[in-house]
């Protein structure tokens, strides 16, 4: 390629349509979709959110994890709690029955890694309405809604931080899921089986949680771009 014409394309790319050197209109989003500006989804309809600084506490809500295993607590940036497969966490105050069993439009954020060894597929969020799976084989987001329902799933890799999201449509019965800021997935399914049961991090096994929020509302792909954050942290803070 000529220089002129890289600088050419180059341009398209940081500052969209142009015409080239051969009068030809070149698309400007040829390489994917116009870019979206990031918009954080507050704390409106925000049923718990989880630091992880110093403990399994949300403290800016009542819903509280209780923990099994003395997981361990990391400070910095990322702050993170650490589960082991003899450990993990489950919600006895609030966060099932407001959002596993509340009928209606729902989303969460969930941002791990595996780490050490994980079986192939392991659970590391479940609840009565949602769960997501690590698999190297299945996918590492291989999850959805509880009965079965899942979206196609995505090959995942130990010690790579994911940031997972989910968000339900109740009124056309749309399951969305979007991996580390990726345009969201779309999938038609069955309703979930609402029950006021537990919400599990980890489910016994080796894994490191960022951090997790909870909505009972839809996530939008602005939405998306804000929590992927470029692959970095968020804290309520932020919201």
Known sequence: MKIRDYLYTLAVLICGT??????????????GGPPVTPVSPGTTDLVSWFDFAV?????????????????SFTAGTPSYVTFSAASRAYNISGLGPAFNAAAGDCAFVYRWRGY???????????????????????????GGLSGGNKPAANAG??????????????????LSESVNGSAFTTTVVAAPEYGSGSVYLAVYTNVEVDFAGFYTKQLTQANVAWLY??????????L
């Open 229 to 238: 954050n470029s692959n970095g942290t968020r804290i309520y803070g932020d």
């Open 55 to 71: 403990n399994a506490d949300d403290l800016h809500s009542t819903k509280h994890f209780t923990t099994e295993g003395s997981p």
């Open 157 to 174: 890799a130990l010690n790579t931080w994911y940031t997972t999201i989910y968000s339900w449509d109740e009124a056309t019965n749309t």
């Open 18 to 31: 142009v015409i080239s050197s051969a009068g030809l209109l070149i698309n400007p989003y040829r390489f």
């Open 116 to 142: 050490t060894s994980l079986a192939n597929p392991t659970t590391v969020l479940a609840g009565s309405r949602f769960y997501v799976n690590y698999s190297t084989v299945l996918g590492d987001q291989d």
